[in-house]
């Protein structure tokens, strides 16, 4: 069992940054694969980036690639989303996700635990 609590969400002009951070309950952090997705109104929940337990590995959505970086501190149970040239369409609630096991999976029905999310507005 984990529990995930999401924060740095926020309100940014286009072309801004913001980086969101996820903290993970438990002790065996490093064996779960971490995601972060989202979801604008009246849209389905969907895929953003991932990451391996080990941090080596990295898979992310085409619309945030080049712009969006995924990194996680196992000492400090920790993954985060550094986003960059932020974009209108950028705007949902970001969603931070856990499953167990080795397997980087990037659809929504994977992953078992998921944090309250945390609000992105990114202004034009």
């Known amino acids: 069992q984990v529990q995930l609590v999401e924060s740095g969400g926020g309100l940014v002009q286009a072309g801004g940054s913001l980086r969101l951070s996820c903290a993970a309950s438990g002790r065996t952090f490093s064996s779960y694969v971490m995601g972060w997705f989202r979801q604008a109104p009246g849209k389905e929940r969907e895929f953003v980036a991932a990451i391996s337990g080990s941090g080596g590995n990295t898979y992310y959505a085409d619309s945030v690639k080049g712009r969006f970086t995924i990194a996680r501190d196992n000492a400090k149970n920790t993954v985060d989303l550094q986003m960059s040239s932020l974009k209108p369409e950028d705007t949902a609630v970001y969603y931070c996700?856990?499953?167990?096991?080795?397997?980087?999976?990037?659809?929504?029905?994977?992953?078992?635990?998921w944090g309250q999310g945390t609000q992105v507005t990114v202004s034009s």
């Open positions: 996700a856990a499953r167990r096991g080795i397997v980087v999976e990037t659809t929504r029905r994977e992953y078992n635990y």
